[in-house]
């Protein structure tokens, strides 16, 4: 029986044990996976013993991307950009680190909820870490232009910066947000966490699609979006579905069916 596991502080809330066992059901292989609580100071030793024990992968939430990367002897073009690995595949000595989170976002939107995003106008909320980690995937789609809006508006020009080789970015204040539709806007701030929304130009969501990267809450972004005339008002958990099939072709090779698993999730 091949071990996967997940990694992070808090992680009693993860539901990647239930994802990834209906995955493997479907597609007939007998794996364990575990959601294992590293300590806050010590995450390289909780997975080099988890790796002594003979496991083929992990995924790594938060608050230890950023270590997973360092720990990463290999990376992939969408971890280097990220700046922050979420899944690992052990291959002897190698530990190849991948950032999923970026192509889970995309294959949501495209896949599940058939929106192209090919010459569209995207705002993305928050320079972050979250941020980061989904721009070269959205990019790779050839939007007609991303925006990223922040708080400081010089993480978001810098932001923007880093990425202008990949696609046309711009980077900006909150409080430049014009008061003029785009196709899509979505949420990579911790404003859901904290339970409030920013206060941004209203009508630059009329008839947009929004989406917000967080789920299992309907969020002040999601309300503010429906009270703005949002055309589709969507959560992360359709991404965080897609983000871990990716990690599992990754591990295994083996492509499950998403849509069947976001179902069941959703009840």
């Not at 990754?250 to 009840?267: A, C, D, H, M, Y």
Request: net charge neutral; aromatic share 6%.
């Amino acid at each position: 029986m091949n071990r996967y596991g997940v990694f992070g502080n808090p992680i009693e809330h993860s539901l990647s044990p239930i994802i990834h066992t209906q995955f493997a059901k479907q597609a007939g292989l007998n794996i364990q996976y575990d959601k294992i609580l590293a300590p806050i100071d010590d995450f390289a030793l909780s997975t080099q013993s988890f790796i002594n024990q003979g496991a083929k992968g992990f995924n790594i939430t938060v608050p230890f991307k950023i270590e997973a990367f360092n720990l990463a002897t290999e990376l992939t073009l969408n971890a280097q950009t990220a700046g922050a690995v979420n899944t690992i595949k052990i291959d002897g000595d190698k530990l190849i680190g991948e950032n999923t989170d970026g192509i889970g976002l995309v294959n949501d939107l495209i896949k599940n909820l058939g929106i192209n995003l090919n010459n569209k106008t995207i705002l993305i909320l928050g320079a972050g870490g979250a941020t980061r980690g989904i721009l070269l995937p959205i990019l790779k789609q050839s939007p007609k232009r991303l925006m990223i809006a922040n708080r400081t508006a010089s993480k978001a020009t810098q932001l923007a910066k880093d990425f202008e080789d990949h696609g046309k970015t711009c980077g900006f204040g909150l409080d430049k947000i014009k008061d003029t539709p785009v196709d899509v806007i979505i949420n990579a701030t911790s404003a859901s966490l904290d339970g409030q929304m920013p206060t941004i130009a209203n009508g630059v969501a009329n008839d947009a699609i929004c989406y917000d990267l967080m789920y299992g809450t309907q969020t002040p972004f999601m309300d503010w979006a429906k009270a703005n005339n949002a055309k589709m008002v969507v959560d992360g958990l359709g991404m965080l579905v897609e983000q871990a099939a990716t990690a599992f072709e990754f591990w295994t090779g083996k492509q499950p069916n998403t849509q069947e698993v976001i179902k069941n999730l959703r009840g």
